[in-house]
């Protein structure tokens, strides 16, 4: 009972950070900006979720397999966001200040 | 249907993300909505790894392997076609006006 308590906090939690990033995504008007709020979901939310699931199972072969997800996602989440920072400050590096009215 | 504390958490993830779908089909620019189709990434993992428990289905994890795989390949994919659109071979002038200083400035 106590760790099923625990790993819907853990759960809370990490909805709260999903809910955090989607803030993010409507409140800051730039990409980069952009970037720097999801990474919170991408992190912080993934990692507690996937604790509160191996709580929530027990241990077994699935564990590893649940383990793999947040090692592949922190090695992955740098790479795409440096790809993404790149693409931005290639095509629109000099108007970072301002959006275009034909853009919108 | 029994309600609990799992199913209120899938409904708030699920409202979650078609709101980050909309804000990706609103964004002014490119880079927008990759980051948005990013973090709607994210969230189907915990989706299905919360649904994976809650049915009782294992095989379920192999599904959220795979699309973890599957939205790292797609932004990887993104970034590149836009990264390298100069070095394309037989297309020039597919971005008029405001592609024309980029080109110019690095060639």
Redesign the interface.
């Known amino acids: 009972m106590i760790v099923i308590i625990i790993a ?1 906090a853990l ?2 939690f ?2 709260f950070m ?2 955090s ?2 803030l993010g ?2 409140k800051f008007k730039y ?1 980069i900006n ?2 720097h709020a ?1 990474a919170v ?2 992190t912080l ?2 990692i507690s ?2 604790i509160a ?1 191996i709580l ?2 027990g241990f077994s072969l ?1 564990t590893l ?2 383990i ?2 947040p090692v ?2 922190f090695l ?1 989440s740098p ?2 966001t440096h ?2 920072a ?3 400050v ?3 590096g000099n108007k970072q200040g301002e ?1 275009d009215e034909e ?2 | 249907m029994q309600i609990n504390v799992f199913s209120v958490i899938l409904i708030i993830l699920a409202a979650l993300i078609i709101a980050a779908l909309i804000k990706a089909v609103l964004g002014p620019r490119f880079t927008d909505r990759i980051v948005a189709v990013n973090c709607i990434s994210t969230m189907v993992i915990v989706f299905i790894l919360i649904l994976s428990w809650y049915l009782k289905a294992e095989y379920l994890v192999d599904v959220a392997i795979i699309y973890a795989l599957l939205g790292f390949t797609a932004n990887l994919v993104l970034t590149r076609i836009l990264l390298h659109k100069d070095q394309t071979p037989g297309k020039k002038k597919h971005r008029k006006g405001k592609g024309k200083e980029q080109e110019e400035e690095n060639p």
Request: net charge positive; no cysteine; hydrophobic share 55%.
């Open positions: 819907a759960l809370i990490s909805v999903f809910f990033a989607v995504l409507y990409p952009k970037m999801t979901g991408d939310g993934l979720a996937v699931i929530l199972t699935t397999k649940l793999l997800i592949f996602a992955t790479v795409t790809l993404l790149k693409t931005e290639k095509f629109h959006y853009e919108q």
